[in-house]
């Protein structure tokens, strides 16, 4: 069982910076693939970025390519993203979760945070 609270969330103007974090419970948070999705109102839960159980391996969606970094401490048990450059279309409730697998199909991922909202005003 693997319990994710993300935090970090808040209100920003367009261009600005934000970092996320995902704490983990659980000590096998080092064997999980871990993932950001997020989604805006009305719309479908969107994959953004995931990295591997080392965090040398990452892949981030092409929206967020540039701006978007993701990174993991596991000594932390705890998964961040970089967000820079952030843009309106960026407004969204953020998720992190785990998974087995990794990849950006939101049915791999096994447990998910109650996510954090993050708006970008124009």
């Known amino acids: 069982q693997v319990q994710l609270v993300e935090s970090g969330g808040g209100l920003v103007h367009t261009g600005g910076p934000l970092r996320l974090s995902c704490a983990a419970s659980?000590?096998?948070?080092?064997?999980?693939?871990m993932g950001w999705f997020r989604q805006a109102p009305g719309k479908e839960r969107e994959f953004v970025a995931d990295?591997?159980?080392?965090?040398?391996?990452?892949y981030n969606a092409d929206s967020v390519k540039g701006r978007f970094t993701i990174s993991r401490d596991n000594a932390k048990n705890t998964v961040y993203l970089q967000m820079n450059s952030l843009k309106p279309e960026d407004t969204a409730v953020y998720f992190c979760?785990?998974?087995?697998?990794?990849?950006?199909?939101?049915?791999?991922?096994?447990?998910w945070g109650q996510g954090t909202q993050v708006t970008v005003s124009s």
């Open positions: 659980g000590r096998t948070f080092s064997s999980w693939v």
């Open positions: 990295i591997g159980w080392s965090g040398t391996s990452t």
């Open positions: 979760a785990a998974s087995g697998r990794g990849g950006s199909r939101a049915y791999n991922y096994d447990y």
